[in-house]
Nanobody, 123 residues
Framework: QVQLVESGGGLVQAGDSLRLSCAAS????????MAWFRQPPGKEREFVAA????????YYADSVKGRFTISRDNAKNTVYLQMDSLKPEDMALYYC????????????????WGQGTQVTVSS
């Protein structure tokens, strides 16, 4: 079992930066692929970024490529999402997710989810 707790959300202006954190429980954090998903108001939850257990592989949604960076610190059991050049369309509830397997990008492939952290971007 893995428990995930996100933090770092908030209200920012377009063009600003924000860093989300996701703290995970458990001693085998490094073998879990981790990902960030987001759910904009009134829309489906969508993939944002994923990272392999070692941190050596990353995937990004086209909409955030070049602006967002996913990283992890296995010594701290934490995964991060650095979000730069934020746009109003990035506004959403951001979720951290984990799976006991290789990196993946589909929502159904992830077994563990956090409660979400809200990111609001004003224009």
């Amino acid at each position: 079992q893995v428990q995930l707790v996100e933090s770092g959300g908030g209200l920012v202006q377009a063009g600003d930066s924000l860093r989300l954190s996701c703290a995970a429980s458990g001693r085998t954090f490094s073998i879990y692929a981790m990902a960030w998903f987001r759910q904009p108001p009134g829309k489906e939850r969508e993939f944002v970024a994923a990272i392999s257990g070692s941190g050596g592989r990353t995937y990004y949604a086209d909409s955030v490529k070049g602006r967002f960076t996913i990283s992890r610190d296995n010594a701290k059991n934490t995964v991060y999402l650095q979000m730069d050049s934020l746009k109003p369309e990035d506004m959403a509830l951001y979720y951290c997710a984990a799976r006991y397997a290789s990196i993946a990008t589909a929502r159904w492939q992830y077994d563990y989810w956090g409660q979400g952290t809200q990111v609001t971007v004003s224009s």
